[in-house]
């Protein structure tokens, strides 16, 4: 069974880097074919597709983020990572790491973490 487990501050401050790791069990980061995304939601929002990680290690963004997110990983610790600079109050949500075969889109989401709370505020 595939388990993924994100990680990281629970409130960061206005104009700072928020920094999220996933750590993903029972399945390789360069499995073939294999998508790595973050997602996010904000109360009264939908989900929100942030970006993935590549089972090549090319990383995929999502323009609306206007490229402040960066996501890279550690083969070594099977496990990816996201930067989110300047962070402003409406970046305030749940993240979730996700994970997937990547034959189609809606297959790029069929293993989830249980998400994590991120707060921006002084």
């Known amino acids: 069974q595939v388990q993924l487990q994100e990680s990281g501050p629970g409130l960061v401050k206005p104009s700072q880097t928020l920094t999220l790791t996933c750590v993903v069990s029972g399945r390789s980061l360069i499995s073939d074919r294999y998508y790595w995304s973050w997602i996010r939601q904000s109360p009264g929002k939908g989900l929100e597709w942030m970006g993935a990680?590549?089972?090549?290690?090319?990383?995929l963004y999502n323009p609306s983020l206007n490229s402040r997110a960066s996501i890279t990983r550690d083969t070594s610790r099977n496990q990816f990572t996201l930067n989110l600079n300047s962070v402003t109050p409406e970046d305030s949500a749940y993240y979730y790491c996700?994970?997937?075969?990547?034959?189609?889109?809606?297959?790029?989401?069929?293993?989830w973490g249980q998400g994590t709370q991120v707060i921006v505020s002084t």
């Open positions: 996700s994970g997937g075969f990547g034959g189609s889109w809606l297959d790029r989401f069929s293993d």
């Open positions: 990680m590549h089972w090549s290690g090319t990383p």
